[in-house]
C-alpha cells in the first residue's frame, strides 16, 4: 500500500508512520517530494491496518497497490525512472540505439565494428563476452578476455558498453568492465541472480524470458528493485508463439503495456525479436513508433561469418540506414 502524507505533513508525522509500519512489518520505500511525501510500504495488508493508517496524523490517504509488482508499478511511482548508463540516459524522452555484435569475436574486428557503430549514430555498444548459447558445442564467447576487449572498446570511442551477466559469482568482474548489465531472456528469472543485481550499483538491462508473461516479466524487475537497484531498464525481444517463419514473435504491445504498468523505460531488440536480418529495419521503426525508449540490434561486418547470430545481424551499411530512418522517425514524432 502507499501512505499519502498531507501536503506540508510535519517530518515527525511522517517518522511516526515509519515507526508504525516497521513495527507491523512492513518494508518501507520512502520518497520526498518537493510537495509531500509518499510512503511506500510493502507487507501483508489488511482492511483494518489501512484504516488505523488513515487516523494517524498527517496521513492524507492509503491507497492499495492491486498489482503484485509493487516498487515497479506506476502507482507506487508515478513519475517515469530515467535510466543512466554512465552519462547516457534511458527513459527521458530520447531514442537510445545500442548496437555491435552478438558476441565479441576479436580485439581488432570489435574496434572495428564499434567504430562503425559509433559513426552510423548509434549511442551505445553491444558485445557478448560470455554467450548464453543453445548448444554446449557452439562458440560460448571470449569470456574475460572478451570483457576486457569490450571495456577498451568504450573507452577508445566514448561510447558506453553492454554486456550479459549469466553467473552470479562473476558479477563484480562484469561490472568493472561493463557501463550496463544484461540480463539475457533465459536468466529471467533466475531469482538469485537476480537479487544480487539489486546490490549492484550498475544499472540493469531485462530481458524478457522467451516463454514470460508480462507480468513474471516485472515480476522479475521487481526482484532487482526490491533489492536494492531502481536502474532497470526492461526489454522486449520476442517470445515463443506457434509461429516459425520467424525465430521468436515480437511483441510490441510490451512497449506502452510496460509504460502504463511501471514506471521503467523500455527498449526493444528486434534482431532476437525476428531473427532476420531483413525484418530488422522495419521492425525497429514499429517499435520506435510504438514508444520505446530505445533500439537494440545485432551488427557484424561480415554477417555470414559471424560466430553466432550472423542470419539476425546487419551490416554496418544496413545499420547506417536504419540509424538514419530511426533518428528522423524519432524527429517527428517528438514534434
Ligand atoms: C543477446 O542479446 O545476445 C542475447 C543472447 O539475447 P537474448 O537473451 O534475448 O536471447
Ligand atoms: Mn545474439
Known amino acids: 500500500m502507499i501512505i499519502v502524507m498531507e501536503r506540508n505533513a510535519a517530518q515527525e508525522d511522517s517518522r511516526m508512520v515509519g515507526e508504525k509500519l516497521q513495527e507491523k512489518g512492513f518494508q518501507l520505500h520512502v520518497s520526498r517530494g518537493v510537495e509531500r511525501t509518499i510512503i511506500g510500504a510493502i507487507g501483508e495488508r489488511?482492511?483494518?491496518?489501512?484504516?488505523?493508517?488513515?487516523?494517524?496524523?498527517?496521513?492524507?490517504?492509503?491507497?492499495?497497490?492491486?498489482?503484485?509488482?509493487?516498487l515497479a508499478s506506476r502507482e507506487f511511482k508515478e513519475e517515469t525512472t530515467v535510466v543512466k548508463v554512465k552519462d547516457t540516459l534511458v527513459g527521458d524522452g530520447n531514442?537510445?540505439?545500442?548496437?555491435?555484435?552478438?558476441?565479441?569475436?576479436?580485439r581488432d574486428k570489435f574496434l572495428e565494428v564499434a567504430?562503425?557503430?559509433?559513426?552510423?549514430?548509434?549511442?551505445?555498444?553491444?558485445?557478448?563476452?560470455?554467450?548464453?548459447?543453445?548448444?554446449?558445442?557452439?562458440?560460448?564467447?571470449?569470456?574475460?578476455?572478451?570483457?576486457?576487449?569490450?571495456?577498451e572498446a568504450g573507452r577508445e570511442t566514448g561510447l558506453p558498453v553492454v554486456t550479459e551477466i549469466m553467473d552470479p559469482r562473476i558479477i563484480d568482474l562484469v561490472a568493472e568492465h561493463a557501463d550496463l548489465l544484461q540480463v539475457g531472456a533465459r536468466n529471467m528469472q533466475n531469482f538469485f541472480l537476480l537479487r544480487e543485481l539489486g546490490k549492484v550499483n550498475k544499472p540493469i538491462l531485462l530481458k524478457r524470458g522467451p516463454s514470460a508473461t508480462i507480468e513474471e516479466w516485472i515480476m522479475a524487475a521487481e526482484y532487482i528493485i526490491s533489492s536494492g537497484n531502481e536502474q532497470v531498464i526492461m526489454c522486449e525481444r520476442g517470445i515463443r508463439t506457434f509461429e516459425n517463419y520467424t525465430r521468436n514473435t515480437l511483441?510490441?504491445?510490451?512497449?506502452?503495456?510496460?509504460?502504463?504498468?511501471?514506471?521503467?523505460?523500455?527498449?526493444?531488440?528486434?534482431?532476437?525479436?525476428?531473427?532476420?536480418?531483413?525484418?530488422?529495419?522495419?521492425?525497429?521503426?514499429?517499435?520506435?513508433?510504438?514508444?520505446?525508449?530505445?533500439?537494440?540490434?545485432?551488427?557484424?561486418?561480415?554477417?555470414?561469418?559471424?560466430?553466432?547470430?550472423?542470419?539476425?545481424?546487419?551490416?554496418?551499411?544496413?545499420?547506417?540506414?536504419?540509424?538514419?530512418?530511426?533518428?528522423?522517425?524519432?524527429?517527428v514524432l517528438k514534434g
Open 95 to 106: 531514442l537510445q540505439v545500442i548496437a555491435g555484435p552478438c558476441a565479441i569475436e576479436g
Open 46 to 70: 489488511t482492511e483494518a491496518i489501512m484504516e488505523m493508517f488513515e487516523t494517524l496524523p498527517g496521513v492524507e490517504k492509503v491507497v492499495p497497490i492491486v498489482q503484485p509488482f509493487k
Open 115 to 151: 567504430w562503425a557503430v559509433k559513426e552510423a549514430g548509434a549511442t551505445m555498444l553491444r558485445g557478448g563476452a560470455f554467450k548464453p548459447r543453445t548448444s554446449p558445442y557452439s562458440f560460448q564467447g571470449l569470456e574475460k578476455e572478451g570483457l576486457e576487449i569490450l571495456s
Open 251 to 331: 511483441d510490441l504491445s510490451t512497449v506502452p503495456i510496460i509504460k502504463q504498468l511501471t514506471h521503467l523505460p523500455i527498449i526493444v531488440d528486434p534482431s532476437h525479436g525476428t531473427g532476420k536480418w531483413k525484418l530488422v529495419e522495419p521492425m525497429a521503426m514499429a517499435a520506435v513508433a510504438a514508444g520505446c525508449d530505445g533500439v537494440m540490434v545485432e551488427v557484424h561486418q561480415n554477417p555470414s561469418e559471424a560466430l553466432s547470430d550472423g542470419p539476425q545481424s546487419l551490416t554496418p551499411d544496413n545499420f547506417r540506414t536504419l540509424m538514419g530512418k530511426v533518428k528522423k522517425l524519432s524527429g
